[in-house]
């Protein structure tokens, strides 16, 4: 449970964020008992070079129900304006096609297009009706002129499709003939739901982004939990997940460091109430002198960041990996210090220990064989499922 040292921290952080914040942004609007909540997010980073006059059909899984959707669309890691001439939502039936009259145009501003300026994000208007809980949601997107850097989230580990020329009003997926493993451009879905409705972001590496699960399948970690979330008795309904394969908690390289990504993948969505921590693990194993009191106090940024934000953060040890090549004794001893840190010194509102549910009760420094993917460091899905599984619900229902 969160140490009393810390519920005063961040009681005084909200206080001075609710007396300097600016207006709320149109993104999370609210209205009474009811506003926005993310329910899909993912992490954008580059994309190698954008491609004029291509379609994109985007399968995405909802967590949290809702009604009025809204998409983001990134264009963060262009180095031009990027514009978007068709825009479509809809529910998938099989591959790539959709439910029968489900596709509809999504508008910006009021207009079918949009055009994204580089380094920018831009939301679309609420699209009326009801969007179910753990459902395939598809966003068709059409990009005339797109050039320079892409926008997206690399390793979906989900089958989405692209095709040549406009074909996003088509429900069918006939000419929708090739097949990606990755998103574009859409980093962001949020619905509006009762205002005592939140949702948990998962900030983590590839372990989170679900490398090593089966793919189509929604088998990463935050997947399960999100079906867990789905029957439990709690408010916190939506899960974003924000891992990026190989990502660091402090230096940048796999998609930007953790520190300087927060604010994009995790503090602007909207509904979030708790961060979910899960990172660190890349730093220690990349041998670049960091220490588990640089890694301490990435940590502590990340907490008094999010605090001030008004969200609690939930830290998860870090998993043993023990057999991956980059492991040694002296990461090990650097781990072991961290993971300390992380269940005994009381900034965290809550802790999860992963390390304790993964490892072998042989060796402490392996991954159990039973959950793992086959190198030693990524969880199979049984070890995502047995993650989900350890995580205490109560301890995601919290605020200031």
């Not at 588990?292 to 106090?297: E, S």
């Not at 460091?377 to 605020?399: I, T, Y």
Request: proline letters at 5%; aromatic letters at 8%; hydrophobic letters at 40%.
């Amino acid at each position: 449970m969160r140490a009393r040292s810390t519920r005063v921290r961040r009681m005084l952080a909200v206080l001075l964020v609710a007396a300097c914040a600016p207006a709320a942004p149109a993104s999370a609007h609210s209205s009474g008992s009811r506003h926005d909540v993310i329910t899909w997010g993912a992490s954008a980073d580059r994309l190698g070079d954008a491609v004029a006059d291509r379609s994109y059909r985007l399968v995405v899984r909802t967590s949290v129900a809702g009604d009025d959707l809204r998409i983001r669309l990134s264009n963060a890691f262009g180095d031009r304006p990027v514009t978007f001439d068709s825009v479509y939502a809809g529910l998938r039936r099989q591959g790539a096609a959709l439910v029968h009259d489900s596709n509809r145009r999504l508008t910006f501003g009021g207009a079918r297009f949009v055009t994204v300026p580089a380094g920018a994000t831009a939301y679309s208007d609420p699209l009326p009706g009801r969007l179910p809980a753990a459902t395939d949601l598809v966003i068709s997107l059409h990009t005339p002129d797109a050039a320079g850097p892409a926008t997206g989230h690399g390793m979906a580990m989900q089958t989405s499709y692209t095709a040549r020329g406009d074909h996003t009003a088509e429900e069918d997926g006939t000419n929708w003939t090739d097949p990606t493993g990755s998103w574009f451009y859409l980093d962001a879905v949020s619905v509006r739901t009762s205002a005592a409705t939140g949702a948990v972001v998962a900030l983590g590496d590839s372990i989170t982004d679900g490398w090593a699960s089966t793919t189509d399948t929604d088998r990463r970690w935050p997947d399960y939990l999100a079906r867990r979330l789905q029957k439990a008795d709690t408010t916190v309904k939506g899960v974003a997940d924000e891992g990026i394969s190989g990502n660091k908690v402090l230096a940048d390289g796999a998609g930007r460091s953790a520190l300087n990504r927060l604010q994009q993948d995790v503090l602007s969505h909207p509904g979030v109430r708790t961060v979910f921590l899960f990172e660190g693990v890349n730093d220690l194993k990349a041998h670049t002198g960091v220490m588990a009191q640089d890694l301490i106090a990435g940590y502590r940024q990340i907490v008094d960041r999010a605090h001030a934000a008004g969200e609690c953060v939930v830290g998860a040890t870090v998993a043993p990996f023990k057999g991956w090549p980059e492991w040694d004794p002296a990461a090990e001893t650097v781990r072991q210090e961290v993971n300390a840190f992380i269940r005994d010194s009381g900034e965290f509102d809550a802790v999860t220990d992963f390390d304790r549910i993964l490892r072998s009760p042989y060796d402490h420094e392996r991954i159990l064989p039973f959950f793992d993917g086959g190198d030693h460091l990524h969880p199979n899905d049984k070890g995502m499922q047995a993650m989900a599984d350890a995580v205490d619900l109560r301890a995601l229902d919290c605020g200031p």
